[in-house]
């Protein structure tokens, strides 16, 4: 498992098993979002039976899955809505942590500074340089 912080709040990880549950918990997690549509993974780790370990062992379970046809507006709020709610840190994950880092760079846009969102997904390893532009814009509107 890689787990790589975002912010104390939200970390991103790409895709995690049933078995990485129990460390996921130990490591203070209350929530978890699957952002990886079930269409990618076999059946073993969709988002039924990581809901049903995740549930079992204490965990909020929330899917969200990301495309680049669901990556909405609306989809971004969900993502933000999810974390507040949290009642302690989140882990989202991915196949490889991007789509999470991504949607959580969109849903801080207007919040923090576009340098702060870029410097905190960098230190976690995702260069999304690509976004600044969008980051912008959306601060601007």
Known sequence: MDIRQITPAY??????EPEDIPEIVAAGFA??????PDAEIPME?????MRAAAEAAGL?????????QTMTPELVAA???ALAASDGPVLAYCASGTRC????????AGRLQTDEIMTATARAGYDLSHLRPR????AQS
Do not use: E
């Not at 970390?11 to 995690?16: A, F, K, W, Y």
């Not at 909020?60 to 680049?68: D, N």
């Open 11 to 16: 970390s991103v990880s790409p895709q995690i």
């Open 31 to 36: 929530t978890l979002i699957d952002n990886r």
């Open 45 to 49: 780790l969709s988002s039924y039976v």
């Open 60 to 68: 909020k379970f929330v899917v969200l899955p990301v495309t680049h």
């Open 79 to 81: 993502q933000m809505d």
């Open 101 to 108: 880092s991504v949607v959580w760079s969109l849903g801080q």
């Open 135 to 138: 980051l912008d814009a959306m």
